[in-house]
């Protein structure tokens, strides 16, 4: 008899208590289940529709409203709203985050014009290499912008601004150029902007 409750007792010590053997399940199973999720994650592909330019300007009450000629703000008040609205493939697996991808990603983008800039920049040059990118007052470089937003992200705007002063007043006829992956062009429709050194 003695033998036997001693046995009990050390039965007793080496007993894991229920709680905490409940949380080690739930971690375990926490982990099989993030780890089944990674595995098992699709991506979801999209298809930009289109791209497009819009003039926009600070308002004095706040804000960004649109771009008016007639006013003949200079070139500093000037953000040009680039629109890209995507359509979307059905999602692989909803109980996991998505991967977002381009189904034909850009590979250069360009943002010319009919008229000079400056000397340095005639027209037809490349203007976005004295543009500024971005988006939620968070600034990217261009190749940040095409690989990780035209190409991988659910946001259909980004914002332009120009980083150098125009060399004299002109009406602008800008274009905006996307190359894709599969050597097809996609262009914007042009728009016409006045712009006036500041």
């Known amino acids: 008899m003695k033998n036997s409750s001693q046995n009990t007792g050390n039965s007793k010590n080496l007993m894991v208590p229920k709680s905490a053997f409940s949380k ?23 298809e930009v529709l289109e791209i497009g330019l819009n003039p926009q300007t600070l308002q004095t ?12 703000l ?11 609205p995507k359509n979307y493939s059905l ?6 985050p998505n991967t977002l991808r381009n189904s034909n990603p850009a590979v250069e983008f360009k943002l010319i014009s009919n008229k ?10 490349d203007l976005t290499a004295i543009m500024d990118f971005s988006f939620f007052l968070q600034d ?3 190749e940040e912008f095409i690989n990780n ?10 914002h332009l601004t120009f980083n150098k002063n125009t060399a004299a007043q002109a009406l602008h006829s800008f274009i905006l150029i996307a190359q894709l992956e599969d050597g097809s062009i996609m262009e914007s429709t042009p728009v016409d902007v006045l712009l006036i050194p500041f």
């Open 24 to 46: 080690s399940m739930l971690t375990i199973l926490f982990f099989i289940v993030i780890s089944s999720c990674k595995e098992n994650c699709g991506v979801t592909f999209f």
């Open 61 to 72: 009450t706040g804000g960004w409203g649109p771009w008016d000629d007639e006013n003949e």
């Open 74 to 84: 200079g070139i500093d008040r000037l953000l040009l709203s680039m629109e890209m």
């Open 91 to 96: 999602i692989e697996n909803p109980e996991c």
């Open 116 to 125: 000079d800039f400056s000397p340095e920049y005639p027209a037809g040059s």
């Open 140 to 142: 990217f470089t261009k």
């Open 149 to 158: 937003h035209f190409n991988g992200s659910g946001w259909p705007h980004f």
